[in-house]
């Protein structure tokens, strides 16, 4: 079963690994790595909501979503974005900056250092985003309760997380002016695209959470309508109509996948340069967490058994935390990036292990109830 599931996302992987060596020695291949486990990493959490969505779904839009909608979302984000960011904060074409990336290294390192500012206060506000309105809301299942639980609290302050963000991107704008003044100033404007950056960050965010709210909206109204239409149906013996409405609440459900699996490889794409910058690597690292990302959705459907592992999605948001602040911090420092890839590592690792012991914990004190006190008062 789990061969069979996974057995593309495998020779992927191989196949990435050994273009890697093949294309920057082992050194490369390390890089390729991190950022492979990294994405499988941020991937869990996808993987259940996709799953959790897709089991409505009838059997056609089930495939559509894991043939069509994988390769728009997933690959056409992880694989062509990244190309995307580069053209645009380089001001390339996107054909050029390929070009470059593949004969001129060296000029492409160049022009993407100079870009590094903008691309990281961009990502590390889209990401810290993401973190901020994870922590901030209240959950029945804690991974780090003493933490979590304050947190939830200070989470029922009207848009809290987007003033925090607005105060952290403000103080980096203002060290990085200070840090290039200090340096005979001829970098003193880069405070400003930093400020202009991670305000576009943040208002990408607010846009692709604002078209997830609508799509799902949308989505509560077509299978209330098609309820009704069904209890209607089947008093009227006409089963026809029922069918048409389930058809468009697919439709909506198809949508709103595509909008959340858009947004999910996003902070995937933004946190893959915090590892690197080579095209690359990049592409080959992406495009093996692509895989697992369809791998992990199928199994999910066909099993659920991640769904046992609650703190994984807890752990997927720290580490995606941890990325933005490696983000911003690389406005100013340089930190390695074996560092960066392995924060995100040990982070997911951690709440795995914690999962892992909470479920034995579980099964130790048997019985439905020692479950649902468990689900409500966990934490480490």
Known sequence: ????????????????????????????FGVVAILSILEISLSFDNAVVNAGILKKMNAFWQKI????????????????FPVVIVAVSASLGPIEAVDLALTDKDRYQELVTDAHPSIAAFGGMFLLMIFLDFIFEDRDIKWLGWLERPLAKLGKVDMLSVCIALIVLLISAITFGAHAHQHGGTHADKA??????????????????????????????????????????????????????????????FLYLEVLDASFSFDGVIGAFAITNDIVLMALGLGIGAMYVRSLTVYLVREGTLDDYVYLEHG??????????VL???????????????????????????????????AAAGGDGGKEKAEVSSGV
Not at 65 to 80: D, E, N, Q, S, W
Not at 230 to 236: P, S
Not at 332 to 342: A, L, S
């Open 328 to 362: 911003l911090v690389t406005i100013q420092y340089e930190i390695n990036e074996f560092i960066t890839g392995m924060i995100g590592v040990v982070l997911i690792g951690a709440s795995f292990w914690s999962s892992v012991r909470r479920n034995k914990r579980l």
């Open 65 to 80: 979503f894991l043939t069509i909608g994988i390769l728009i979302a997933v690959f056409g984000m992880r694989l062509v």
């Open 316 to 325: 997927a948001h720290y580490a995606i935390g941890a990325l933005a602040i």
């Open 192 to 253: 400003e695209t930093v400020l202009l950056s991670g305000i576009a960050g943040l208002i990408t965010y607010l846009v692709v959470g604002g078209l997830s709210g609508f799509f799902e909206d949308k989505l509560e109204e077509e299978e209330e309508r098609e309820h009704e239409a069904e209890e209607a149906a089947e008093r009227a013996g006409k089963p026809k109509s029922a069918v048409k409405l389930a058809g468009k609440a697919a439709f909506f459900m």
């Open 1 to 28: 079963m789990v061969l069979k599931t996974f057995g593309w996302s495998f020779a992927v992987t191989a196949l990435g690994l050994v273009a890697a060596i093949f294309y920057g020695g082992w050194a490369a």
